[in-house]
T-cell receptor, first 111, second 114 residues
Framework: KNEVEQSPQNLTAQEGEFITINCSYS?????LHWLQQHPGGGIVSLFM???GKKKHGRLIATINIQEKHSSLHITASHPRDSAVYIC?????????????FGTGTSLTVIP | DTGVSQDPRHKITKRGQNVTFRCDPI?????LYWYRQTLGQGPEFLTY????????KSRLLSNRFSAERPKGSFSTLEIQRTEQGDSAMYLC????????????FGQGTRLTVV
């Protein structure tokens, strides 16, 4: 069993649709990261969360520590949002301080 | 400092050959990670260093794989006797150790074993 599970694995949406990507994890964490990876490109960090909710432009990330669950929402999706979105969790320093990654959600937004 | 850099960006090699990749982390970062990523998957952990000490190695890392970080700065990942199954993107990331640290990734080295 993976420490981090994401769903869905693949997602196709029409431009303008509201998109949700889910992440569940099974280890204790100090922070959760949402990352974006474009085809052939590097990985960039979108959010780091330890509680609550963060918003950046059309992107919203939420986390429920008790339920060990996070969601990434994209409002008014656009073709340039097409990418792989990866959830990663960071263990606290006293339990290894290791990053664990989900398998990613491949998003395609069709014009 | 412009971030994490990896070299080469692409490598094509014949099966059975040895390859070596290099990663230069962000200079003040004491942690350096190696991951492998295959198409459609998230990064799989291979190994990580804190300074020059290799703290953990994944079971995925067979004895054909070795990584070093001799002076606690750049790192190398060597694959001996490459196999076609080694074809993947090899990603390096660096971070500071800590509770709310963030990992910064290099662009990766894409290995193709033919």
């Amino acid at each position: 069993k993976n420490e981090v599970e994401q769903s869905p694995q693949n997602l196709t949406a029409q431009e303008g649709e509201f998109i949700t990507i889910n992440c569940s994890y099974s280890v204790g964490i100090s922070a959760l990261h949402w990352l974006q990876q474009h085809p052939g490109g590097g990985i960039v960090s979108l959010f780091m969360l330890s509680s609550g909710k963060k918003k950046h432009g059309r992107l919203i990330a939420t986390i429920n520590i008790q339920e060990k669950h996070s969601s990434l929402h994209i409002t008014a999706s656009h073709p340039r949002d097409s990418a792989v979105y990866i959830c990663a969790v960071l263990q606290p320093p006293n339990t290894g301080n290791q990053f664990y990654f989900g398998t990613g959600t491949s998003l395609t937004v069709i014009p | 400092d412009t971030g994490v850099s990896q070299d080469p960006r692409h490598k094509i090699t014949k099966r059975g050959q040895n390859v070596t990749f290099r990663c230069d982390p962000i200079s003040e970062h004491n942690r350096l990670y190696w991951y492998r990523q295959t198409l459609g998957q998230g990064p799989e952990f291979l190994t990580y260093f804190q300074n020059e000490a290799q703290l953990e190695k994944s079971r995925l890392l067979s004895n054909r794989f070795s990584a070093e970080r001799p002076k606690g700065s750049f790192s190398t990942l060597e694959i001996q006797r490459t196999e076609q199954g080694d074809s993947a993107m090899y990603l390096c990331a660096s971070s500071l150790a800590g509770r709310y640290t963030e990992a910064f990734f290099g662009q990766g080295t894409r290995l193709t074993v033919v």
